[in-house]
Each structure stands twice: as C-alpha cells, then as structure tokens.
C-alpha cells in the first residue's frame, strides 16, 4: 500500500503543477482525507484497504496507453498534456474519499456456516453526485480546463446513473471524456474485478 502511495505522489508533483495542486496533495495525504486507505467500492472492483489509490493509478496508466496508441493520436486528432491526462485519472474519483466505513456481513462458507466477513458500507456526508463532486472538491483547490471538468463529469458514461442524452453529448464536445471512462472501464471490469 505504501508502493501505491509513493507512485500516486510521484507522479502527480511530476505532471500536476497548476497553482493549487500542492494544496490538493496536501489535502490528499492529511488526515482529513482518507484516499490512500480508501476502497474504490463496497464489494467489487478495489474493494480493500488501498483500493481506490490504485484504481486511480490503474486509470492513470489505462489512459496513457489508449493516448498513446498512433490510431488515436494520428486519426482521431487526441492529444491531451501529461498535466491533463494526471488530473483526470488520478483524481476522477475524489469523490470517494470519506465515504466507506468498515463494517461486517454474514455470509455462509462452504459448509453452510454463518460467518461474519469484513465489508465496506458506503455513506456518503457530501451526497452531491459521482463526476460533479470529484470536479467540485478539485475546484475547491485549483482550477480545471472546461474539457478537464467534463471528462472528470462524465467518466461514469452509461454505466452511471446520467441522462444518456447528456453522455453522449459530452462524449462527442468533448472527447477526452470518452476516453478516460474507456480507461475507467479498463481498470475496472478487466484489471480489478479478477
């Protein structure tokens, strides 16, 4: 966990130097936030101790290699600055941080006995949404490009609770949108989940 840590830091004071970053990270590593320790879900994909840290890390790096592909560069015109490509990754779930508390479930083992397992419940003091939020705790400290906000907005695309109308939308204004929910799905569904 502590590898993780050490990574994120690395490369975010690396690629993220606008003014108010370092307040962020600051913010980040305090004890006021626990995104270091944090599960990225409840049960599912980066469901233990650290698991949203490295999800955000799996994103980072899910979005650099589908960036770098020549189809996508040379074809399709995207282009984004290392600056760019870490904020939207490594932060687009800040929204998370101070959400999950430890807690337990009873499930049966394989000889039918109850058992009580550890668990994630999800409860969250600051209900404004999945996207919006990770963009308005981010503002709180620096400033985001309209395609930066966008991309953090909409990185949830169909799969979250959004208009579809509006997705697509953003998807099609503004494309680095897309790919970072591509890059999300990545870690998610095919890094994570096994």
């Known amino acids: 966990m502590e590898h993780i840590k050490e990574t994120f830091i690395e490369i975010y004071k690396k690629h993220i130097t606008r003014e108010g970053s370092d307040k962020l990270l600051e913010y980040l590593c305090s004890p006021a936030s626990d995104f270091f320790t944090a599960p990225a879900s409840t049960r599912f994909h980066g469901s233990y101790e650290g698991g949203l840290a490295e999800h955000s890390l799996n994103v980072y790096r899910c979005l650099k290699d589908y960036l770098s592909r020549d189809k996508i560069k040379l074809e399709c015109g995207l ?44 409860a969250d003091q600051l209900p404004y949404g999945h996207g919006e939020k990770s963009v308005y705790i981010i503002t709180g400290f620096m400033r985001l490009s309209r395609e930066e906000a966008f991309a953090i907005r909409y990185h949830m695309g169909h799969a979250g609770t959004e208009d579809a109308r509006n997705v697509s939308a953003a998807f099609e204004m503004f494309p680095l949108a897309f790919a970072v929910h591509l890059a999300d799905m990545e870690a998610t569904y095919l890094m994570e989940s096994r």
């Not at 904020?87 to 337990?104: A, E, P, Q, R």
Request: glycine share 4%; with cysteine; net charge negative.
């Open 79 to 122: 282009t984004f600055d290392d600056e760019t490509v870490a904020i939207v990754s490594l932060l687009h779930d800040i929204c998370k941080i101070n959400c999950y508390k430890k807690g337990f479930r009873n499930v049966k083992d394989e000889n039918g006995k109850w058992q009580q397992m550890p668990t994630y419940d999800y």
